[in-house]
């Protein structure tokens, strides 16, 4: 079997320095430039700095520079950009725009606090515009950005495995072939054209993420060869399997296919062997995308949570000292799992972060050797392999599965299946798997050792589906507990069930004993396995035992490192855990929100991952994170970080004054040994220590002081101005809406002027707000227009009552004489109501009070106007009104036979009516074929059992429709619904 080996574009497995160019790498350093992209990845980056002599950065100019990028594809497409690092100065801004300039789409404007992250287009061009505001930055604000630009094709590319579809492709044998792109198709065409033609043999290849990581997606797998997938490449001693899928390990999951899978990093492999019957199959596809971001845990805490962090990626402490004039970054670290949860990897985590206690917990029965025990309920829904269960159900061996469908306590589960062991030497270290049949009939189906080099080793513990703390032969007969409980961090809405085994001794050597837990995580759906102690090996175990994951088809098999099948301990003394973490990326619509909090005062201040702060006074910043979890549950996690800024006290006295007085203020400070004020604001204007303030009202002035250490405090004191007389304003202060009131202000010196503040300068004023609103009137001398003192009136508008009432029927029907409407209000049952049904026919009981479901007897055809009055507690009154039509049904009694034979019984087929008198009336009848036989518009005029030409129509049934219109219809509508039926026709 060939391999092909074929390249396209260049992988980039580098990390490429700010401020090191590189060839074909584009630097914003050429005003103008225009720069071709297409699928080859290219570093696209501005390297920081003050455009020195040595340094190539723009930060310290006041530039306008500008680079296009356009698709040099021949194919159209879009341009992606994603950013890997972005640290520019508070004034600079870089724009980016969706077309060839300026004058085209903006798509953002980016900053310290904005950052970009993915830009895309399906526009030929993006256009980028940095502005610098010719200040010299902090450091860490201007290293500048580093994104990769490349280009996609709007049609997907498309690869098979095998070199009958890839024209002018090399091939040489025992190589892979690779390809980078974020939108493939990877498939192979099955049949005699395909691999299939092969018996045995293996094909390989690569994809490869210009972004970060590589999604690959399923949509059909019919093969009979076995498909190994890698996380991480093939010629990688360090690579993870992380599946062996075939026919039989695929049933289960959706579409009988592999589920959707993810590199960790930036490379995914597969390597396919193929079988005999290969040639009758359709093969396989999948979609290549790439995704920017997984799911990372690196916290203690495996429950979902945001951590800010400072630039290098440590946690930020609750509170922090800060130096004004020197930004605090802040990152929002997420710990917070995304929609799939197909694979897992594994890490080495402390004892230390065991939950519970092994001794703690409710205690299952567990007194018979080789048990499963009745099902656990756990109080989330968690999500294993990518499938959601609220139960599971342990065993006494130290494992517990989902949905296992294994007998109930009362039997044993058969010992001594076989399984097949993949040896480390094909894999490297925490990537074995293991395989069992479904029955236990001692094959494994589809391994062959003669090709594969698998070996046949028997362990009676590796069931499907389950996650294994210490999979091994034990005997709870002989001592320890097995227990089972939860634990629930309220504060990050995080339940933890937990599963112990607790000293437990092994099957035939019961003085060797285990003690292990596994966690399941609510929200994150992590799995820790921790193990206090392992002592090897039981009598009968053949020194086996394992701790890892293995799903429901037998595809996928995690181990922890050294944990496999095989003779290891662990001592008590140097217990140990480890950490299963989902491999999905986060939740793509998951929204991050800032918060400044200064006093009692909150403001959003933006929606990115980074936030730079230079706060003036101590501010928290509170991050919330919105997301979905697997589940589609909604999630809000927060965290905050306080700012002290340090800086002295400062007091001002209050004074009063008579209007127009000119006053000075000076601040008093409190210890200023170490800082000291450097510059002064006084709401007036003035820039000294003192302020020289004249006033003519009670007012506030606010000082505000710069300090040394560039940190600013802010305070005010008030000027109290009382010499002259005050009026008074009187009037309601309460209207409902819609009614106006006059205000009507008075003062006792009787040469006073008045105007109020919308320029009216009488002492009366009529005011109709619509909302409540505050008046304002200011009397003075006529000598001095600017020595006045003023009062201020609120006229506060009641709502209206809310009406709204519900009735039923929607048209009331009158029978025997009188027909029934019935009435439910939807209003506050406090207001008082009155019902008005307008019937003129029965006045006395027409209105109804104090009544929120009534109802009203109609004696007589009409329409009527219902209304409902209502006065709420501030005494507003309003209405609303619905129109009921009342009426009176016809019904007919239409014969279903007669014989047209002139013996005097029944000759016509005529239809009978009861009810309201009919104003128009049109009966029509058809024979079998729809044919019209007959047409009659006159009540009294039945059919004779002729046709429209006035011969006998033959014996069988014929249909009739028959329309009517009452006095209450428009009769050159529809009228009422018509009637239609058959009638036979006998003779």
């Known amino acids: 079997m060939k391999k092909i080996a074929l390249f396209i574009g260049t992988i980039l497995g580098f990390c490429l320095p700010l401020a090191n160019a590189q060839d074909g790498d584009i630097i914003m350093n050429n005003s103008g430039a225009l720069e071709s992209i297409t699928e080859d990845p290219r570093y696209f980056y501005d390297p920081g700095g003050n455009a020195t002599a040595t340094d190539s950065g723009f930060f310290g100019l006041n530039i306008h520079d500008t680079l296009v990028m356009y698709n040099g594809m021949r194919d159209p497409g879009q341009i992606y950009v994603i950013f890997e690092d972005f640290a520019i100065g508070y004034g600079d801004t870089l724009y980016i725009y969706e ?106 290849c690569e994809f490869t993420s210009p972004a970060s990581h590589v999604k690959m997606a399923f ?116 710990t917070a799992s995304g929609q799939f949860t197909n694979d897992y990897t ?51 061996n130290g494992h517990i599965c989902f949905n296992t469908g294994k007998p109930i306590p009362s039997d044993s589960y058969t010992l001594n299946c076989a399984y097949k062991y993949q040896g480390p030497t094909l894999n490297p270290a925490g990537s074995q798997f293991l395989y069992a049949d479904d029955n236990c009939s001692g094959t494994s189906g589809f391994i062959n050792e003669s090709t594969d080099g698998t070996q046949d080793r028997h362990t009676p513990y590796a069931y499907k589906n389950c996650i294994y703390l210490v999979c091994e032969d034990l005997d709870p007969r002989y001592g320890g507990n097995i227990r089972y409980g939860t ?102 619509n998951a929204v991050y929100s800032w918060y400044e909090l200064v006093g009692t005062d909150t403001n959003l201040i933006g929606h990115t991952k980074k936030l730079v702060v230079d706060p003036q006074q101590t501010t928290d910043y509170i991050i919330q994170y919105h997301f979905e979890n697997s589940g589609g549950a909604p999630y809000d996690l927060y965290d905050t970080v306080t700012v002290i800024v340090d800086v002295p006290s400062i007091e001002i006295d ?22 000291h004020p450097l510059s002064y604001s006084w709401t007036n204007g003035d820039t000294t220590q003192t302020a020289n303030v004249t006033v003519l009202t009670t007012q506030k002035q606010t000082l505000s002081v710069l300090f040394s250490n560039n940190c600013r405090r802010t305070v005010s004191t008030t000027i109290y101005v009382d010499t002259m007389d005050v009026p008074t304003i009187t009037g309601d202060s309460a209207i409902c809406a819609g009614e106006s009131t006059s205000l009507v202000a008075h003062v006792d ?64 029907v009158m029978e025997h004489g009188m027909g029934t409407l019935y009435c439910n209000t939807n209003c506050d049952p406090n207001y008082t109501i009155v019902w008005n049904f307008n019937d003129r026919y029965d006045p006395d009981h027409s209105i109804i009070q104090d009544q929120h479901s009534v109802s009203h007897d109609f004696t007589h055809v009409g329409s009527y106007d219902i209304t409902l009055t209502g006065t709420n507690e501030y005494d507003c009154t309003d209405s609303v009104t619905e129109h009921v039509r009342v009426y009176v049904p016809v019904s007919f009694i239409v014969p279903n ?14 239809p009978v009516y009861e009810g309201i008198e009919i104003q128009k009336y049109l009966m029509l009848i058809y024979d079998r074929q729809g044919r019209l036989v007959f047409r009659s518009n006159n009540l009294e005029h039945g059919w004779d059992g002729k046709d429209s030409n006035g011969l006998p129509c033959p014996i069988g049934v014929y249909t009739y429709y028959i329309h009517h219109w009452t006095q209450m219809d428009n009769l050159e509508g529809s009228g009422q619904p018509a009637i239609s039926g058959g009638v036979t026709l006998i003779r």
């Open 487 to 588: 634990v629930d961090e309220n504060s990050l809405n995080c339940k933890k069930f937990v599963f112990n085994i607790d000293n437990v001794p092994t099957y035939g050597n019961h003085s060797n004993k285990c003690s292990a837990q596994a966690v399941l995580y609510e929200g994150t759906n992590i799995i820790d396995i921790f193990i206090k102690k392992r002592q090897c090996c039981a009598s009968t175990n053949d020194d086996e035992g394992i701790i890892g994951l293995q799903n429901k088809t037998n595809a996928q098999i995690l181990i922890a490192p050294g944990r496999g099948m095989g003779g290891w301990s662990v001592q008590e003394s140097q217990s140990e855990g480890w950490r299963f973490t989902p491999v999905t990326p986060l939740f793509e």
């Open 99 to 204: 077309g060839r300039n300026d004058e085209m789409t903006l798509i953002g404007f980016y900053n310290s606090v904005y950052s970009p992250e993915e830009i895309r287009t399906s526009n030929e061009y993006l256009t980028f515009i940095f502005v610098s505001d010719n200040i010299d930055d902090y450091g860490i604000l201007k290293q500048g950005w580093k994104a990769q630009a490349y280009a996609v094709p709007d049609q997907s590319a498309q690869y098979w495995m095998t070199p009958d579809f890839v024209p002018g492709a090399s091939y040489e044998s025992g190589d892979a072939f690779t390809m980078m792109s974020c939108n493939t198709k990877f498939y192979d065409s099955g049949g005699p054209t395909g691999n299939m033609t092969q018996t045995s043999g293996t094909v390989t």
């Open 346 to 396: 594994i890490t080495s985590i402390p004892f230390s972060w065991s939950p519970l206690p092994l001794s703690a917990g409710q205690a299952i029965p567990a007194d018979r050797d080789d048990q499963w025990r009745s099902s656990l309920t756990i109080p989330f829904t968690f999500y294993f392999f990518g499938e959601p269960y609220t139960t599971l159900q342990p065993s006494t």
């Open 749 to 812: 010196n009787p040469t006073y002027l008045y105007r109020w503040n919308n320029g009216h300068t009488s002492p009366t004023l009529v005011v109709h707000p619509m909302d409540t609103s505050t008046y304002v009137v200011r009397t003075f001398l006529p000598t001095d227009a600017e020595c006045f003192t003023t009062d201020t009136f609120t006229v506060n508008v009641k709502p209206l009552p809310e009406l709204s009432f519900t009735y039923s029927p929607d048209q009331v």
């Open 897 to 910: 036979a007669f014989s047209p034979n002139d013996d005097g019984l029944n000759d016509y087929f005529i």
């Open 654 to 675: 209050s004074a009063t004054v008579c209007p127009g007085k000119t006053i000075q203020l000076t601040p008093r400070f409190g210890d200023t040994t170490n800082i």
């Open 219 to 334: 949509q059909s797998f019919n093969v009979n060869g076995v498909m190994k997938i890698y996380d991480g490449s093939l010629n990688d001693n360090d690579r993870r399997l992380i599946g062996i899928f075939h026919s039989s390990t695929v049933i289960g999951y959706p579409g009988n296919r592999p589920p959707t899978l993810f590199s960790t990093g930036s490379t995914l492999s597969v390597e396919y062997t193929s079988a005999a019957g290969d040639a009758g199959k359709a093969g396989w596809e999948a979609t290549i995308t790439c995704v920017p971001e997984l799911f990372k845990m690196n916290t203690a805490s495996a429950c979902p949570q945001v951590m800010a962090e400072d630039n290098d990626g440590n946690e930020l402490p609750r509170t922090i000292n800060h130096q004004c004039g020197i930004p605090t970054v802040i990152n929002a670290n997420v």
